[in-house]
Nanobody, 113 residues
Framework: QVQLVESGGGLVQAGGSLRLSCVAS????????MGWYRQGTGKQREFVAQ??????TNYAESVKGRFTISRDNTNTVNLQMNSLKPEDTAVYYC????????WGQGTQVTVSS
């Protein structure tokens, strides 16, 4: 079983930057990929970015060129968010794929116009 804890959310003006981090614990060597999803108020949760254990990355079209996902080591994944827009406002959830999907508790990102 994998446990995930996110950090780094907050309030930022449009055009600003934030960096989210997620630390995994538990059965970390079973993780095949880690990533980020987000859910805005009244919206469905949507995919943001993912990085595999081999380092391959994948991004949602809406964040390509602005967000960068990276891994520090086996159990930490980061999301560097630049040129933030008000529509990026959401709760951001860390995700890990192993024998099952695991989720963090979420961290709020608010971008003011």
């Amino acid at each position: 079983q994998v446990q995930l804890v996110e950090s780094g959310g907050g309030l930022v003006q449009a055009g600003g930057s934030l960096r989210l981090s997620c630390v995994a614990s538990g059965s970390i060597f079973s993780i095949n990929a880690m990533g980020w999803y987000r859910q805005g108020t009244g919206k469905q949760r949507e995919f943001v970015a993912q990085i595999t254990s081999g380092g391959r990355t994948n991004y949602a079209e809406s964040v390509k060129g602005r967000f960068t996902i990276s891994r520090d080591n086996t159990n930490t994944v980061n999301l560097q968010m630049n040129s933030l827009k008000p529509e990026d406002t959401a709760v951001y959830y860390c995700n890990a794929v192993s024998t099952r999907y695991s989720w963090g508790q979420g961290t709020q990102v608010t971008v003011s116009s």
